[in-house]
């Protein structure tokens, strides 16, 4: 498996933006995505989860009515959807993945075995 994500940048606090995971190399269907954000100095924490064949949906309670996940099960790609930005939501986001029989992904301490490179999300 292979994750691309695209559409970090920079956005004044209040602004949207759509980050996107692209999957690749194995069939989409039962998995848990999930998107991840490290802050410099901070802790790598989990934003929100999805499965992407139930398309269950977890939120971090610091996100939560403010961002959304969803999926493309067609180009099987991953969106996080982020609104209301603000400055403390500046981080790299990852998205990452792991295989699952599951219908619900709300763990986000799982092993999650794919990773992406990263993308840089600037509020100010």
């Known amino acids: 498996v292979q994750l691309v994500e695209s559409g970090g940048g920079s956005v004044q606090a209040g602004g949207s933006l759509r980050l996107s995971c692209a999957f690749s190399?194995?069939?989409?269907?039962?998995?848990?995505m999930g998107w991840f954000r490290q802050a410099p100095g901070k802790e790598r924490e989990g934003v929100a989860m999805?499965?992407?064949?139930?398309?269950?949906?977890y939120f971090a309670d610091s996100v939560k009515d403010r961002f959304d996940i969803s999926r493309d099960n067609t180009r099987k790609i991953t969106y996080l959807q982020m609104n209301s930005l603000e400055p403390k939501d500046t981080a790299v986001y990852s998205c990452?993945?792991?295989?699952?029989?599951?219908?619900?992904?709300?763990?986000?301490?799982?092993?999650?075995?794919?990773w992406g490179q990263g993308t840089q999300v600037t509020v100010s």
């Open positions: 999805l499965n992407t064949g139930s398309g269950d949906k």
């Open positions: 990452a993945a792991y295989k699952t029989a599951s219908h619900s992904c709300r763990n986000f301490g799982r092993d999650f075995n794919f």
């Open positions: 190399g194995y069939t989409y269907s039962g998995h848990c």
